[in-house]
């Protein structure tokens, strides 16, 4: 298949990824165009694929963020707010360890100074 890129990133299945794996997955989709897919795979598809997924999913959502801003900057009299479409909000009634609402999230979105809108990113795109 021309122009395909194959990355291998061994992830420990038993683990949490290391920041370095974080870190190839993103400097391999630097550059890439807003429309390019990614195909994600691991032996078992129980954590590994579904963590490099997400981490690709935030990826594109920047990727999205950062072209709306260029149109915004380029397109005179253009509102970036009629660009966003996305109107996301967690349904309150499921169960809280559904909504991600794990100790250890709380503990975290408490200690990031925007940790609040960082984790309605992630929920969004997960």
């Known amino acids: 298949f021309p122009g395909l890129v194959h990355m291998r990133i061994p992830i420990c299945n038993s683990a949490s990824p290391l920041e370095s794996d974080f870190d190839t997955i993103v400097s391999t989709l ?16 129980l954590s590994r ?8 999913c935030l990826f ?13 900057e ?8 009629l ?8 349904d309150m009634n499921k169960d809280a360890l559904f909504r991600g609402e794990f100790e250890v999230i709380k503990d975290l979105v408490a200690a990031l100074p925007d940790g609040v809108a960082a984790k309605r990113e992630c929920d969004k795109v997960i």
Do not use: C, H, W
């Open 83 to 90: 660009l966003k479409m996305d109107r996301y909000s967690m």
């Open 74 to 81: 380029t397109v005179p009299g253009m509102n970036l707010d």
């Open 49 to 56: 694929a579904t963590t490099a997924s997400v981490a690709a």
């Open 30 to 45: 630097v550059g890439t165009s807003i429309n390019t897919p990614i195909i994600l795979n691991d032996q078992v598809g």
């Open 60 to 72: 594109k959502e920047f990727q999205i963020s950062a072209s709306f801003e260029g149109l915004v």
